[in-house]
């Protein structure tokens, strides 16, 4: 999100309340918005299967097919997200731009490649009593959310976040308005109208991408070369997406939760819900998290950066990392402090909420669990971010690797032992991962100066 602090930093000299409500709005919509606008989007398409005209079982089928696709398009592409960000990050920095189009290129040809292999096996393998038209589109979803997670990252990568955001409103607002208007047309027909939405939404963020840059070459592969890939980065992009969807697939394909499979396709109605609204609590504490992070942190990470190369004194380098400290401690209690009142006003609405969406109350208990695993989500993300800022790639990787085998462990377990912990095992995982990054971060502080200098001889 580097860059995004000027805009904050300009709306919070207002001194005023306005401006002050300005910055974390602005910061709210920025941080969370296609994720949000993702998430209603399918809740808005499954109230579609209440109305008239509707077959609940084709809705419930479409569904659980995109929900899986996006959980499978995230995870293979978190293999190139943050290693194509590094790398249009240090083009940018060495001021070669012409690499930059090119190499885009290039990871979007690869990764079609990936979705490819998945789609061909999907039609020949899968469903064989499916309609090829179905099974095509299918694909053609799948390959459409791969593109849209890559050029997602690149255009954020180049500081596009106003235009993200619009575009994504504009794609699933088709997708919901063309799966509405065709959903006569049965399964095919809600995949094609979602389709277009999204189709509408790649196009937008290519003609970003290619007004952005322009090269003599059209396609390059020097992303993938050793001296320009981080496979650190590719494993986190990898296990930080998987560690976030792993408990939903084992809900998904454990027996005792599973409420419908379609092939490899899985649900869970008693999980899947409460998990997507306990996700729409989290946009005030993305906000605060990206107000202190691309505020304060950054002035005082800068700062101390600017006086190890200039050759400021110590107690300058000390005063700035002590600073950086403060702002993360500061925007860690104020998550906390936002989170808990997020979590307990879905608890005093929850109930109203579910009857609304027509769910059982009995969800409520799930609903409030999720919630308080959401918000310690966004605690992690920061302090990821930090790390991230840092340059411990290290780190960052051993903490995904204990989130997505504990998440994954825990979250079996739970299932085993009942409804009753059903959640425990996302919000568990989570709540060790903070509390062992919260301790690397610490001795990472301590030891800041020494291993800066370090780096720098």
């Known amino acids: 999100m580097a860059g995004i602090g000027f805009e904050l930093r300009k709306l919070l000299r207002k001194d005023s309340l306005s401006g002050l409500l300005q910055a974390y709005g602005y910061a709210g919509i920025i941080s969370s918005g296609p994720w949000v606008l993702s998430i ?8 579609i299967a209440n109305g008239p005209n509707s077959n609940p079982a084709q809705m419930t089928k479409f569904q659980i097919v995109i929900t899986n696709l996006m959980a499978i398009s995230l995870i293979l592409t978190g293999l190139f997200q943050l290693a194509l960000t590094r790398f249009v990050a240090d083009r940018l920095f060495e001021k070669r731009r ?3 189009m090119p190499n885009y290129h290039g990871v979007v040809l690869v990764v079609l490649g ?6 061909l096996g999907f039609i020949i393998a899968g469903h064989g009593h499916e309609p090829l038209t179905y099974r095509v589109l299918v694909v053609a979803v799948f390959g459409l959310f791969c593109l849209i997670w890559i050029a997602t990252i690149f255009l954020s990568g180049l500081k596009q976040y ?8 504009l794609g699933y607002g088709l997708s919901v308005v063309g799966a509405y208007g065709m959903r006569g047309q049965g399964t095919e027909g809600l995949l094609l109208g979602f389709a277009i939405g999204q189709l509408v939404l790649l196009i937008g963020m290519q003609w970003m991408v290619m007004r952005s840059f322009d090269s003599p070459r059209l396609i390059g592969f020097e992303a993938f070369w050793k001296q320009y890939r981080y496979p650190s980065l590719m494993a986190i992009g990898l296990l930080f997406n998987l560690g976030v969807w792993i408990d939903k697939l084992v809900f998904w394909l454990h027996p005792l939760t599973a409420s419908s499979t379609i092939w490899f396709f899985g649900a869970s109605v008693i999980y899947d819900l409460p998990v997507f609204l306990a996700y729409l609590s989290v946009i005030p504490g993305m ?6 992070i691309e505020t304060d942190f950054v002035e005082h990470y800068d700062g101390f950066y600017d006086a190890v190369r200039n050759g400021g004194s110590l107690q300058t380098i000390e005063a700035h990392r002590d600073g950086m400290v403060e702002q993360v401690r500061t925007g860690i209690v104020e998550i906390v402090k936002v989170q808990s009142l997020a979590v307990l006003m879905l608890f005093v609405v929850g109930e109203v909420v579910l009857r609304w969406l027509k769910i059982s109350e009995l969800y409520l208990p799930l609903l409030t669990v999720q919630s308080v695993a959401a918000a310690m989500q966004v605690i992690f993300l920061a302090i990821l971010t930090v790390f991230f800022y840092l340059d411990r790639r290290l ?3 051993r903490l995904c690797v204990l989130f997505a085998l504990m998440n994954g462990a825990l979250s079996y377990f739970s299932v085993e032992l009942g409804p009753a912990f059903y959640g425990y095992g996302f919000a568990v995982s989570l709540f060790v991962c903070v509390i062992a990054g919260l301790v690397a971060l610490d001795r990472t502080f301590g030891k800041l100066e020494y291993s800066t200098f370090m780096l720098q001889a």
């Open 287 to 292: 906000a605060i998290f990206l107000v202190r």
């Open 40 to 47: 209603m989007a399918m809740l808005v398409i499954g109230l």
């Open 98 to 100: 012409e690499m930059i």
């Open 395 to 397: 780190i960052v990787l």
């Open 162 to 169: 106003k235009a993200i955001v619009a575009l994504f409103a």
């Open 114 to 119: 990936c979705a490819l292999v998945f789609g």
